[in-house]
């Protein structure tokens, strides 16, 4: 019985090790040999926790089959010494492209010619050529010995591989390099599901921004919900099959920074999905919110080189976060295994895969311990892939994929010396060849030298010693046995050529003289070569004097972020807003991030008091129309009402920063003008240093832009073939929604009333996201702000409004408002206009500078608004020219820049004004804030000073202090052999209405 037992497992064993070629033919004669090896007297770095000092490892036939110490080498086993060199698990790549075919062309947005409404991909896919859901990596993956050949030679054994094209991108597949058949090296044809903020390929005109594409992603995921509940579907789409089939994978999100890490996991977190989501490895510059997301990581280790800033000019185009990023960006794989983050590491982004080594050992040397990077290198991508049953450890059962190195892997001077991948050896250097190092006399026919040989074993190099000063290279190979030395003596032309073996006590062999004369040469060794006492140049990370991370990673970030203070304003000039108006000799106190006092003779204890006489206070300026504050303004979609503006909230725009040093505490983020309906608004209060989510005015309305005129029928553009193209298909375009969205509102309803055993038999209508927005504004849950020029329009919308039984909220810029402010008032729609632009295009040729006035007179609630990064921090002197045009009271002409843009976001009964119980929105000034001459002292919000003219001089001197600091650092790694780049120059981009700009991160893609 014991023998039948053996017979089948002996059977079952040479079975499996041929199964997956047995399907092919053949073109020679059956020649399989078990691959049984037994590597033994090696360091065995079983996994990132335990290794096995002097230990023994047997594989066979591809695989483990036991690591030890003590054990018995079986008979029939090949045992190759490792000689005290190390083994490793093999790399495991989470993110790469190997064997992918070659990319599509670029897509993008045609600027001047027609655009691409409709997907133009053949068969029965998604209607957007963004989803290709469907792509499948295993079935277009084929080996690349070239690129398997430079990955082995640096550590990798296994890698995912996909293709990075489009928002979803289908599906990868995990794979090894070893270079045996597709079929052989192939572990999971679908391991993970992949998706992205950039489009890829897709040449499809909507989406152009990044929430364009959540937007997109969004609808996606509702249309794959649908589409599994309709059967049969009355249409195929194998996009949203493939989708669905997906979603059981481990599903990786592509993002370029902790910015997009936080989009990603919010958009998880609306369908329930849990990301891996590849970084850009700046996430410790919000390692608090990053880690809130509980999402894993997979970080690249592309530390940017440093810039070349030996030109004073040119350094100036470095922005200091971007030399701050140079400095700290090592540190970032430290800082996630300091809070707790798991991750793993990727080659994604380096010019080279020789880099990656190097890199892990630098982020070694900035405070990773070597257990967590291996632990990255190996062990967590193949936990990440669910793959830890075949790789990532060397235990019994996996794959023999492992590396041989010389020595620790976290040394710089360790080589790796064999790659083995599924049992197959690939070798680069020997295990380790004799150790020549020492001193030598060495006998050439009649003349004698004195030789050293240095370096490690396996890669040593000879050279004549002359005197203290002077020696003589010898080019030089040295085998297991043999020697070939070659040299020019001191002062002579030509060569001599030895060749030899080892002897005893050194070499021995034939060579030839200069004049071709043969002779016998020796060498003897005499002595080892002397240790010198070298500087150990590996630095502790506590020895790096490296900067702080600053809140936000920009000019003028704090080292901590501002908290909210008790503070007491003492014999203040106060302009209320309220039926006081403006008192004098007043204080106020600021408490719990609201105004809990105004009085005279005000006192608190713990209070920070600041007396602030002969000053102003005012409530905080809100500007009703900014575009401050977000990575992109315009999608390009007729109908963009299902993009937010809410998704790409940028904290880090230094826009945010000088607004506040205008007296500016609360913004509407509104959507650009691309479109006649375009996307939701975002109402932010200007918390420097916040998170997106902690920017944005809790409880606010929604809002939503809509926009008129020259810009929605792309009238810069003749080339264009978007609908509408006209004054009167822009009407259209409004009706149209409306009425759809009615038709939408009846078959829910209709649904919604089924009982439940009726809904079990029903099939829902289809989600349709731009719908839903319509309804909102019909249902009065969301309200529009409209870019608007010429009165026809504006009666136009009006009118809709009407027809439809909804009020326009805003009309901004308004410059024919002084028109039509009798029917503007009789409909009950504000405006929120520029104090004095006129003729910067066509339809604003009968703009006027007493438009703000006559709309004010005529009783429509009238804002002054900024469109501009660089008007926004100087509104309080835009609301002054109402006084000279149009001979507005100086309180209502404040008002048009604080009370009035609150009303108009239905804000008013938190701020706006000076009143108790309102938010501690607080600017105080300098001077009357009408005057050309007041300066803001210090802007406050919920009671959090965020601006301090003050402290701003200081900020401005240590950020002088900082950039030296880092020019220096630069110059010298420069200096030091390190990598430089030239500065680019390029800024972050002040977004106004019209501009139809694709964000940064998808230029760059």
Same mark, same amino acid.
């Given at each position: 019985?014991?023998?039948?037992?053996?017979?089948?497992?002996?059977?079952?064993?040479?079975?499996?090790?041929?199964?997956?070629?047995?399907?092919?033919?053949?073109?020679?004669?059956?020649?399989?040999?078990?691959?049984?090896?037994?590597?033994?007297?090696?360091?065995?770095?079983?996994?990132?926790?335990?290794?096995?000092?002097?230990?023994?490892?047997?594989?066979?036939?591809?695989?483990?089959?036991?690591?030890?110490?003590?054990?018995?080498?079986?008979?029939?086993?090949?045992?190759?010494?490792?000689?005290?060199?190390?083994?490793?698990?093999?790399?495991?790549?989470?993110?790469?492209?190997?064997?992918?075919?070659?990319?599509?062309?670029?897509?993008?947005?045609?600027?001047?010619?027609?655009? =691409?409404?409709?997907?133009?991909?053949?068969?029965?896919?998604?209607?957007?050529?963004?989803?290709?859901?469907?792509?499948?990596?295993?079935?277009?993956?084929?080996?690349?010995?070239?690129?398997?050949?430079?990955?082995?030679?640096?550590?990798?054994?296994?890698?995912?591989?996909?293709?990075?094209?489009?928002?979803?991108?289908?599906?990868?597949?995990?794979?090894?390099?070893?270079?045996?058949?597709?079929?052989?090296?192939?572990?999971?044809?679908?391991?993970?599901?992949?998706?992205?903020?950039?489009?890829?390929?897709?040449?499809?005109?909507?989406?152009?921004?990044?929430?364009?594409?959540?937007?997109?992603?969004?609808?996606?995921?509702?249309?794959?919900?649908?589409?599994?509940?309709?059967?049969?579907?009355?249409?195929?789409?194998?996009?949203?099959?493939?989708?669905?089939?997906?979603?059981?994978?481990?599903?990786?999100?592509?993002?370029?920074?902790?910015?997009?890490?936080?989009?990603?996991?919010?958009?998880?977190?609306?369908?329930?999905? =849990?990301?891996?989501?590849?970084?850009?490895?700046?996430?410790?510059?919000?390692?608090?919110?990053?880690?809130?997301?509980?999402?894993?990581?997979?970080?690249?280790?592309?530390?940017?080189?440093?810039?070349?800033?030996?030109?004073?000019?040119?350094?100036?185009?470095?922005?200091?976060?971007?030399?701050?990023?140079?400095?700290?960006?090592?540190?970032?794989?430290?800082?996630?295994?300091?809070?707790?983050?798991?991750?793993?590491?990727?080659?994604?982004?380096?010019?080279?895969?020789?880099?990656?080594?190097?890199?892990?050992?630098?982020?070694?040397?900035?405070?990773?311990?070597?257990?967590?990077?291996?632990?990255?290198?190996?062990?967590?991508?193949?936990?990440?892939?669910?793959?830890?049953?075949?790789?990532?450890?060397? @235990?019994?059962?996996?794959?023999?994929?492992?590396?041989?190195?010389?020595?620790?892997?976290?040394?710089?001077?360790?080589?790796?010396?064999?790659?083995?991948?599924?049992?197959?050896?690939?070798?680069?250097?020997?295990? @380790?060849?004799?150790?020549?190092?020492?001193?030598?006399?060495?006998?050439?026919?009649?003349?004698?030298?004195?030789?050293?040989?240095?370096?490690?074993?396996?890669?040593?190099?000879?050279?004549?010693?002359?005197?203290?000063? +002077?020696?003589?290279?010898?080019?030089?190979?040295?085998?297991?046995?043999?020697?070939?030395? +070659?040299?020019?003596?001191?002062?002579?032309?030509?060569?001599?050529?030895?060749?030899?073996?080892?002897?005893?006590?050194?070499?021995?062999?034939?060579? =030839?003289?200069?004049?071709?004369?043969?002779?016998?040469?020796?060498?003897?060794?005499?002595?080892?070569?002397?240790?010198?006492?070298?500087?150990?140049?590996?630095?502790?990370?506590?020895?790096?004097?490296?900067?702080?991370?600053?809140?936000?990673?920009?000019?003028?970030?704090?080292?901590?972020?501002?908290?909210?203070?008790?503070?007491?304003?003492?014999?203040?000039?106060?302009?209320?807003?309220?039926?006081?108006?403006?008192?004098?000799?007043?204080?106020?106190?600021?408490?719990?991030?609201?105004?809990?006092?105004?009085?005279?003779?005000?006192?608190?204890?713990?209070?920070?008091?600041?007396?602030?006489?002969?000053?102003?206070?005012?409530?905080?300026?809100?500007?009703?129309?900014?575009?401050?504050?977000?990575?992109?303004?315009?999608?390009?979609?007729?109908?963009?009402?299902?993009?937010?503006?809410?998704?790409?909230?940028?904290?880090?725009?230094?826009?945010?920063?000088?607004?506040?040093?205008?007296?500016?505490?609360?913004?509407?983020?509104?959507?650009?003008?691309?479109?006649?309906?375009?996307?939701?608004?975002?109402?932010?209060?200007?918390?420097?240093?916040?998170?997106?989510?902690?920017?944005?005015?809790?409880?606010?309305?929604?809002?939503?832009?809509?926009?008129?005129?020259?810009?929605?029928?792309?009238?810069?553009?003749?080339?264009?073939?978007?609908?509408?193209?006209?004054?009167?298909?822009? @009407?259209?375009?409004?009706?149209?929604?409306?009425?759809?969205?009615?038709?939408?509102?009846?078959?829910?309803?209709?649904?919604?009333?089924?009982?439940?055993?009726?809904?079990?038999?029903?099939?829902?209508?289809?989600?349709?996201?731009?719908?839903?927005?319509?309804?909102?504004?019909?249902?009065?849950?969301?309200?529009?702000?409209?870019?608007?020029?010429?009165?026809?329009?504006?009666?136009?919308?009006?009118?809709?409004?009407?027809?439809?039984?909804?009020?326009?909220?805003?009309?901004?810029?308004?410059?024919?408002?002084?028109?039509?402010?009798?029917?503007?008032?009789?409909?009950?729609?504000?405006?929120?206009?520029?104090?004095?632009?006129?003729?910067?295009?066509?339809?604003?040729?009968?703009?006027?500078?007493?438009?703000?006035?006559?709309?004010?007179?005529?009783?429509?609630?009238?804002?002054?608004?900024?469109?501009?990064? @660089?008007?926004?921090?100087?509104?309080?002197?835009?609301?002054?020219?109402?006084?000279?045009?149009?001979?507005?009271?100086?309180?209502?002409?404040?008002?048009?820049?604080?009370?009035?843009?609150?009303?108009?976001?239905?804000?008013?009964?938190?701020?706006?004004?000076?009143?108790?119980?309102?938010?501690?929105?607080?600017?105080?000034?300098?001077?009357?804030?009408?005057?050309?001459?007041?300066?803001?002292?210090?802007?406050?919000?919920?009671?959090?000073?965020?601006?301090?003219?003050?402290?701003?001089?200081?900020?401005?001197?240590?950020?002088?202090?900082?950039?030296?600091?880092?020019?220096?650092?630069?110059?010298?790694?420069? =200096?030091?052999?390190?990598?430089?780049?030239?500065?680019?120059?390029?800024?972050?981009?002040?977004?106004?209405?019209?501009?139809?700009?694709?964000?940064?991160?998808?230029?760059?893609?």
């Amino acid at each position: 019985m014991k023998r039948l037992i053996l017979f089948v497992c002996l059977f079952s064993s040479l079975y499996s090790a041929s199964y997956a070629q047995e399907t092919f033919p053949r073109n020679d004669v059956r020649n399989h040999r078990e691959g049984a090896y037994a590597f033994t007297n090696g360091t065995i770095v079983v996994d990132y926790q335990n290794t096995v000092q002097n230990g023994t490892m047997l594989i066979r036939d591809g695989k483990i089959e036991q690591v030890g110490s003590g054990i018995s080498v079986p008979a029939g086993y090949t045992i190759i010494d490792l000689k005290g060199n190390y083994v490793y698990p093999s790399i495991i790549d989470p993110y790469t492209n190997y064997g992918m075919p070659k990319e599509e062309g670029r897509g993008g947005f045609s600027w001047g010619g027609p655009e =691409q409404i409709y997907t133009k991909t053949k068969g029965p896919f998604n209607g957007n050529e963004a989803i290709k859901a469907e792509f499948n990596a295993a079935e277009n993956f084929s080996v690349d010995k070239k690129t398997a050949s430079g990955l082995r030679e640096n550590g990798f054994g296994t890698v995912l591989t996909f293709r990075a094209d489009g928002i979803a991108r289908g599906t990868s597949a995990l794979v090894t390099l070893d270079e045996s058949s597709d079929n052989n090296v192939v572990l999971n044809s679908s391991a993970a599901a992949h998706y992205s903020f950039t489009k890829g390929s897709s040449k499809q005109s909507y989406p152009i921004s990044t929430m364009g594409f959540i937007a997109l992603m969004r609808q996606t995921y509702l249309d794959a919900k649908w589409y599994k509940t309709l059967n049969p579907p009355p249409f195929k789409d194998l996009s949203l099959e493939s989708f669905n089939k997906a979603q059981s994978l481990p599903q990786i999100y592509d993002t370029k920074g902790w910015l997009e890490i936080l989009r990603a996991d919010k958009l998880g977190d609306e369908f329930g999905v =849990q990301y891996i989501i590849k970084g850009g490895g700046d996430e410790y510059q919000r390692i608090d919110e990053v880690k809130a997301t509980r999402a894993k990581l997979i970080i690249p280790l592309n530390y940017p080189a440093a810039f070349d800033v030996d030109n004073p000019l040119d350094a100036k185009e470095v922005s200091l976060a971007d030399m701050k990023h140079w400095e700290l960006a090592p540190g970032n794989a430290a800082a996630l295994a300091k809070n707790g983050i798991e991750f793993a590491f990727t080659a994604d982004g380096l010019s080279s895969a020789k880099d990656y080594l190097p890199n892990v050992r630098k982020a070694v040397e900035y405070g990773l311990s070597e257990q967590a990077a291996l632990r990255a290198m190996t062990y967590t991508p193949a936990s990440l892939l669910k793959a830890t049953d075949q790789v990532g450890s060397l @235990e019994k059962g996996k794959l023999a994929n492992f590396i041989i190195t010389s020595k620790s892997i976290f040394d710089d001077k360790a080589s790796i010396l064999e790659n083995w991948v599924q049992g197959n050896k690939y070798q680069f250097k020997a295990l @380790e060849g004799p150790d020549y190092a020492g001193k030598y006399d060495l006998k050439v026919g009649s003349d004698t030298y004195k030789m050293e040989i240095s370096g490690d074993a396996g890669s040593q190099s000879a050279k004549l010693v002359i005197n203290d000063s +002077t020696d003589i290279k010898v080019t030089s190979t040295f085998g297991e046995d043999l020697a070939d030395l +070659t040299f020019s003596p001191d002062g002579q032309d030509g060569l001599v050529r030895l060749s030899g073996w080892s002897s005893a006590d050194g070499f021995a062999g034939k060579g =030839q003289l200069i004049d071709g004369t043969w002779v016998s040469w020796s060498a003897k060794k005499t002595g080892d070569i002397e240790a010198k006492e070298k500087e150990d140049s590996k630095k502790e990370a506590s020895d790096l004097a490296l900067g702080k991370v600053i809140y936000p990673f920009v000019g003028h970030g704090n080292e901590t972020k501002p908290t909210q203070e008790t503070i007491l304003i003492k014999n203040a000039t106060l302009w209320t807003n309220e039926a006081e108006g403006i008192v004098e000799n007043t204080d106020i106190l600021l408490k719990d991030g609201k105004i809990a006092q105004i009085g005279k003779g005000l006192s608190a204890s713990g209070a920070r008091v600041i007396d602030a006489k002969g000053k102003h206070v005012t409530s905080g300026i809100i500007d009703e129309h900014s575009h401050i504050g977000a990575s992109s303004i315009n999608d390009i979609a007729t109908n963009s009402s299902m993009v937010r503006i809410g998704d790409v909230i940028d904290p880090t725009d230094g826009h945010i920063y000088t607004s506040l040093s205008g007296g500016v505490t609360a913004v509407q983020i509104l959507h650009g003008s691309a479109n006649p309906i375009g996307g939701q608004s975002a109402l932010i209060k200007l918390r420097w240093g916040a998170s997106p989510e902690e920017m944005k005015i809790k409880g606010a309305d929604g809002y939503i832009k809509f926009a008129l005129g020259e810009n929605v029928k792309r009238s810069s553009n003749p080339s264009s073939i978007r609908f509408p193209q006209t004054r009167m298909g822009v @009407e259209q375009v409004y009706v149209d929604a409306f009425s759809s969205a009615l038709e939408y509102k009846k078959k829910w309803d209709a649904y919604n009333r089924l009982s439940s055993k009726a809904k079990a038999s029903a099939t829902a209508p289809r989600r349709d996201l731009a719908m839903e927005t319509m309804n909102e504004i019909l249902e009065g849950k969301r309200f529009i702000s409209c870019h608007s020029y010429v009165q026809s329009e504006i009666n136009m919308l009006m009118n809709v409004a009407d027809r439809f039984d909804f009020r326009v909220n805003t009309f901004t810029h308004i410059l024919e408002g002084y028109k039509v402010a009798d029917k503007m008032a009789e409909h009950g729609v504000g405006a929120s206009t520029f104090s004095d632009w006129w003729a910067y295009k066509w339809e604003v040729r009968y703009a006027i500078p007493y438009n703000a006035a006559i709309m004010h007179n005529a009783g429509v609630t009238t804002a002054i608004n900024s469109d501009d990064s @660089e008007m926004g921090r100087r509104l309080n002197q835009e609301a002054a020219k109402s006084i000279k045009y149009g001979g507005m009271s100086q309180e209502d002409a404040w008002k048009m820049v604080t009370l009035n843009p609150a009303k108009l976001l239905h804000l008013d009964d938190r701020m706006g004004s000076l009143k108790v119980g309102k938010d501690a929105d607080v600017v105080i000034w300098s001077d009357n804030p009408l005057s050309i001459y007041a300066k803001v002292e210090s802007t406050i919000v919920d009671g959090t000073v965020y601006y301090d003219a003050q402290k701003e001089m200081a900020m401005v001197d240590w950020i002088e202090k900082e950039r030296a600091r880092l020019i220096q650092k630069m110059k010298a790694e420069k =200096q030091g052999g390190g990598r430089t780049q030239k500065p680019s120059g390029r800024h972050k981009e002040a977004f106004h209405c019209d501009d139809l700009t694709v964000d940064l991160n998808f230029l760059n893609d």
